[in-house]
T-cell receptor, first 113, second 113 residues
Framework: TQLLEQSPQFLSIQEGENLTVYCNSS?????LQWYRQEPGEGPVLLVT?????EVKKLKRLTFQFGDARKDSSLHITAAQPGDTGLYLC?????????????FGQGTRLTINP | EPEVTQTPSHQVTQMGQEVILRCVPI?????FYWYRQILGQKVEFLVS????????KSEIFDDQFSVERPDGSNFTLKIRSTKLEDSAMYFC???????????FGSGTQLSVL
């Protein structure tokens, strides 16, 4: 099983600051997905990156896939209290013909007003 | 936007009892999944289901677990004899095809006493 390590696990910053969350692995993934999960809810897909070096933007959120497709980052500019939540990365890969999805342990982000 | 629906939202059961967790995937989706998330831990894959059969299962999905699509709309996860360590949030997910967006339900919180 391929593993994904997310860092930091917890992050608490002030409104207006910038932050970056990292998702790292020693393995290659065919795609990397970022989810946001609210308490008592299932993960909701934010973005999928597929190509090495790919950058996608979603308003103040910037997602990047590493050139070697082993890592990814989520950068939030001018964080808002509404960005508070659990952010999960998940990598998709093929293992003996089966398509698999493995999740990182998540980053719990708190934006203080 | 269409939703994956899960019932019940909370289930409390005694150790050794059987439980059935229910899911209604999005109607035109063909691939169905169960994941679980033990409190404070990663989202873990349990099983995938396609064309009325299990396409893949993890080591967690032992003989105590089974899945069924009894009709055209429901997708169920049965745990035959629950253990304390089965306590977790169980998420159902579905998608149209392997490369497409995965939609998660809001989960069933299972507590085994």
């Amino acid at each position: 099983t391929q593993l994904l390590e997310q860092s930091p696990q917890f992050l608490s910053i002030q409104e207006g600051e910038n932050l970056t969350v990292y998702c790292n692995s020693s393995s290659v993934f065919s795609s990397l997905q970022w989810y946001r999960q609210e308490p008592g809810e299932g993960p909701v897909l934010l973005v999928t990156v597929v190509t090495g070096g790919e950058v996608k933007k979603l308003k103040r959120l910037t997602f990047q896939f590493g050139d070697a497709r082993k890592d990814s980052s989520l950068h939030i500019t001018a964080a808002q209290p509404g960005d508070t939540g659990l952010y999960l990365c998940a990598g998709e890969y093929r293992d003996q013909g089966a398509q698999k999805l493995v999740f990182g342990q998540g980053t719990r982000l708190t934006i203080n007003p | 936007e269409p939703e994956v629906t899960q019932t019940p939202s909370h289930q409390v059961t005694q150790m050794g009892q059987e439980v059935i967790l229910r899911c209604v995937p999005i109607s035109n989706h063909l691939y169905f999944y169960w994941y679980r998330q033990i409190l404070g831990q990663k989202v873990e894959f349990l099983v995938s289901f396609y064309n009325n059969e299990i396409s893949e299962k993890s080591e967690i999905f032992d003989d105590q677990f089974s899945v069924e699509r009894p009709d055209g709309s429901n997708f169920t996860l049965k745990i035959r004899s629950t253990k304390l360590e089965d306590s977790a949030m169980y998420f159902c997910a579905s998608r149209t095809s392997r490369g497409e967006k995965l939609f998660f339900g809001s989960g069933t919180q299972l507590s085994v006493l």
